[in-house]
């Protein structure tokens, strides 16, 4: 079941308002939620609830043997081992089966070998790599031992599917997320009206802006190569807004859906297109992933423990884990490794995230340094997403090459293109996405208010303004499109 689908629409309040006011007590809202989850995946398709019921159970059964086995370090290694290894032998075949064997095939034959191999032909379930970090993180922890196991399944199950980030995220942490299943919760109007603001702003951000990117983007990609450079570029960049309005406009509805529950999801996005460089950048996109990848991938490597050289291949080995995260495809392995480079690099020039301050903290613009840096760290990110979109390597290299050819001043020669792309609704809403952001760039959204904002103060006119922002946002929807970050 999608977000922006009818389905949702009808399925949100009637559970909304069993859990509230229909049942009673922590375990029957646990159950509920379980239930509701299950509903939730299963309206894609039923099948593929086994697997997650699977990796549920692997993970939950292998919490109470750690325990088990208190004292017995080998034998907590062990299960801890079995389990992680199970679960990403799931994630394999249904992921990446197809994708090693096809790259094998390639590489034995320049050597004559024609290999005779069958691929699967499997529907790769939705939000399997995202469920699946997420119960790892709980046997790891648990072998760590920074949280207990869970004695009761119901909450456990509830942690894995809880259908707000069922799909896509944000990749949860036990430590942070089980305990909330495991509290009584009480109704909040303050946090569940804030909730409502903040899906408001991520349904504004899906609907109208990364919709309406799709149909310029997928018209461009469709004939890059009669394109002109001022042609492609638009394309990266309309790219760049799709998956960043995309992608956290889910966390925004995710994030925001949760808290009329009584849960409080970890931010996913803290407005990465104003970053100044590109390791702050990665502070603030997908903040659950790229911190998931930092506490169980490169600190247990050696993070920047052990010399330049070691950090440099920790780096390098992480991001080329993460580009393959994303698809099993080599066009992510190549992104990945794209910013495994300029990562490197900003280390070795000693590039700082620069997180520890909001940009032009404490003023209305930013200063011209800043302004520079912005630009420059979207235009090497911008780059880095035709990577990310292409079909394949040789398409990527294609795409940039046109894209930085001289024609990218040919403004006469790209007139009928950028015409027929119809920018008239996407270009307003980006412009107006961007000064709302830039102006609570201080808030976790756009659409956040302190009980002492001045806004407060003006009911008639807030209320306004939220029908008005639905209203544009039925009314200028694009074309209904599966979040992007469903097919990892």
Known sequence: MQFNSFAFLVFLPIVFLLYWKGVRGLRWQNLLIVTASYMFYGWWDARFLSLVVLTSMLS????????????????????????????????????????????????????GIEPDWVTLHVVLPVGISFY????????????????????????????????????????????????????????????????????????????????????????????????????????????????????????????????LFGFSLMRNFDYPYFSRSIPEFWHRWHISLTTWFRDYVYIPLGGSREGRWKTVRNIYVVWAVSGLWHGANWTFVWWGLYHGTLLTASRLLDVRKENRRTVACGHWLSAVREGVQMSFTFFLVVTGWVVFRAGTMGDAVAYLDRMYSTSLLDVGGSADMLQDLRLGTVVPAIVFMLLCEWVQRNRCHALQLSSNSRFMRYTTFRYAFYIVLAMMTLALAGSSSEFIYFQF
């Not at 062990?78 to 199970?86: A, N, P, R």
């Not at 997320?177 to 991520?202: E, I, K, N, S, T």
């Not at 450079?229 to 638009?234: Q, S």
């Open 60 to 111: 939950f059964a292998g919490g109470l043997l750690t325990e088990r086995y208190e004292g017995r370090r080998n034998r907590q290694k062990m299960v801890c081992t079995t389990v992680i290894v199970s679960n990403l032998l799931i994630l394999a075949v249904f992921k990446y089966f197809n994708f090693f064997v096809t790259s094998l095939v390639a590489l034995v034959r320049p050597l």
């Open 132 to 259: 699946t970090f997420q119960a790892l993180s709980y046997t790891i922890d648990v072998y760590r031992k920074e949280l207990p196991a869970t004695h009761d399944v119901v909450e456990f199950l509830a942690y894995i599917s809880f259908f707000p980030q069922l799909v896509a995220g944000p990749i949860e942490r036990a430590s942070r997320l089980l305990p909330q299943f495991q509290r009584h919760r009480r109704f909040d109007y303050v946090q569940a009206v804030d909730g409502c603001r903040q899906m408001l702003w991520g349904f504004f951000k899906k609907m109208v802006i990364a919709d309406n990117c799709a149909l310029a983007v997928n018209q461009i990609w469709a004939g890059y190569q009669d394109q002109t450079g001022l042609v492609l570029m638009v394309g990266g960049v309309l790219f760049a807004f799709q998956i960043y309005c995309d992608f956290s406009g889910y966390s925004d509805i995710a994030i925001g859906c949760a808290r």
